[in-house]
């Protein structure tokens, strides 16, 4: 998965399509994400021990990693993810339409 947590994203499909967000969370066994602001689902919560807030609440939902693309740093829009090997060997993950490390 080339989604990672802190990743600036766009959805790509769903009824959020469009909205971009920061990925809270990634779950790669999964490979779903969850995105702050993005696929919000209200939930009735009961009262429980350690549960300040109860009555009815917004949660983020996952969603699948497949329908995010990650934002280039360059120019603000939706791109592929790359990898490269720097000059010690380790792995780096590359903007595909510029050429950015991410």
């Known amino acids: 998965m080339k989604v990672r947590k802190g990743d600036r994203v766009r959805v790509l499909s769903g009824k959020d399509r469009g909205k971009e967000g ?11 994400v969850i995105v ?4 919000i689902a ?3 919560q009961g009262p429980r021990q350690g549960i300040m807030q109860t009555g009815i609440i917004d949660k983020e939902m996952p969603i699948k990693a497949s329908n995010v693309a990650v934002i280039s740093p360059a120019d603000g829009r939706p791109t592929r993810v790359g990898y490269r090997f720097d000059t010690d060997g380790r792995k780096i993950r590359v903007c595909r339409r510029t050429g950015v490390d991410l």
């Open 42 to 44: 209200t939930k009735h």
């Open 22 to 32: 920061e990925v809270m969370f990634a779950f790669p066994t999964e490979e779903t």
């Open 36 to 39: 702050d602001g993005v696929n």
